[in-house]
């Protein structure tokens, strides 16, 4: 499968501050899309984003997909102890699979 | 019923013995797929059937057999498999193969191989 990067691998913050995770390729993505996995739990899908450009938000979490489609971010505001979890972004560049990159791993301090 | 069901939770099998790991839905997606998760990577895909048709076999050793016996029921039969296996097994699934629908997984099964 494909390489999609995520950084930071690892992320501790003190409740209440931001947090973001950056999703790359190399190569032009068609679509991507964000899971939460808790730990000890499975995948949970967050979003799927498809146009150049596009953001999208959830409550306190803003998806972005960049111009080139070859990048993704994820921006939590005012993190919170339920918010603990990896995160990953999944992307496709030819074909009809989701590949997942890396993960970002989220510690949340209370 | 928005779940996928697998079974079971764990699972602790020695490398002589054969076993099985069910999954099951009843949201009507027509695509189904096994995933592999070793600790603190991300899932690996393994299996993806589309209308009970074997659609993608990303080259995983023939110990591990897959079967969608009816568009509810995913398996993936295990035989003689080897102590570096053992992982959480996802499956998980989406109304067609494509690239327009979130994934829905289960909840796993964590296989130890002995």
């Excluded at chain 1, 190569?27 to 450009?53: A, D, M």
């Excluded at chain 1, 339920?82 to 972004?89: A, E, L």
Aim: glycine residues 8%.
């Amino acid at each position: 499968g494909q390489q999609v990067m995520q950084i930071p691998q690892y992320q501790h913050v003190q409740e209440g501050e931001d947090f973001t995770t950056y999703c790359n390729s190399s190569t032009t993505l068609s679509n991507i899309q964000w899971y939460k996995q808790r730990p000890g739990g499975h995948p949970v899908f967050l979003i799927q984003l498809v146009k150049s450009g596009e953001v999208k938000k959830q409550k306190r979490l803003t998806f972005q997909f960049g111009e080139a489609k070859k990048n993704s971010s994820l921006h939590i505001t005012a993190t919170q102890t339920t918010d603990v979890g990896t995160y990953f972004c999944a992307g496709t560049r030819t074909g009809n699979q989701f590949y997942f990159g890396t993960g970002t791993s989220l510690t949340v301090i209370p | 019923d928005t779940e996928v069901t697998q079974t079971p939770k764990h699972l602790v099998m020695g490398m002589t013995n054969k076993k099985s790991l069910k999954c099951e839905q009843h949201m009507g997606h027509r695509a189904m797929y096994w995933y592999k998760q070793k600790a603190k990577k991300p899932p690996e895909l393994m299996f993806v059937y589309s209308y009970e048709k074997l659609s993608i076999n990303e080259s995983v050793p023939s110990r591990f057999s897959p079967e969608c016996p009816n568009s509810s029921l995913l398996n993936l039969h295990l035989h003689a498999l080897q102590p570096e296996d053992s992982a959480l097994y996802l499956c998980a699934s989406s109304p067609t193969e494509g690239l327009s629908y979130g994934y829905t997984f289960g909840s796993g099964t964590r296989l130890t191989v002995v």
